[in-house]
């Protein structure tokens, strides 16, 4: 399976934003992006001016990597997000946003969406009692994801559970931190959804 293995903290800086793809190294002094505000490589802090297909490109880019997808996988979500009644753009969000990777890293029960990814390739969650080990696996409203009672005890998940309470959980879902539960309600509406990202312009560059 394709990935991406190079540096993270590189992809935040090429985007000129943080993308929290490090978990608490992005909140502290230690984030590259703080000393280096500027894209990586030789030429990084003497870019030309941006035109408007890179601008969408980037957006593009950006939205790819906050929830760990590469370029296949995402127009694959574009191309279903466009047959969907409602806005598009709107809709390739709702699809990202009910991957199960994101919906354990909306919980808290992991500091990065790499970390849910390899939380999920590891067998430790069941979605309605049945173990659930592909990351990409889409939630549906009602459903009810846990973590394993024998993963319980494993220092993530402890942590997770002390911590619970420290991080915003969003509206459509629901924990239950002490059965290590999540209940998802619904799924989200744009308007709850955090992620900053103008999907406009990944609609526009995709409509070329």
């Known amino acids: 399976m394709a990935r991406y293995v190079g540096a993270d903290c590189k992809r935040c800086r090429r985007e000129k934003v943080k993308l929290f793809l490090k978990g608490s190294k992005c909140d502290g002094p230690k984030c590259p992006i703080e000393s280096r505000p500027y894209p990586p490589g030789q030429h990084g802090r003497g870019r030309a001016k941006e035109s408007e297909y890179l601008l969408q490109m980037r957006e593009k880019q950006k939205c790819a990597r906050i929830y760990g997808v590469l370029e296949k996988q995402f127009r694959n979500y574009y191309t279903e997000a466009s047959r969907l009644a409602g806005k598009t753009g709107e809709n390739l969000l709702i699809l990202l946003e009910s991957r199960l990777d994101n919906v354990i890293y909306r919980a808290g029960f992991a500091k990065s969406r790499d970390m849910a990814r390899q939380i999920v390739r590891h067998g430790h969650i069941l979605v309605n ?19 394993r009672a024998k993963s319980q005890d494993l220092t993530p998940f402890i942590v997770a559970s002390a911590e619970f309470g420290e991080k915003s959980v969003p509206a459509w879902i629901e924990v239950v931190p002490s059965q290590m539960r999540i209940l998802v309600h619904a799924l989200p509406t744009r308007s709850i959804i955090d992620t900053q990202v103008q999907e406009q312009l990944i609609v526009e560059l995709y409509s070329k």
């Open 129 to 147: 009692g049945q173990k659930v080990d592909i990351p990409s696996y889409r939630v549906s409203p009602y459903d009810i994801v846990d973590v």
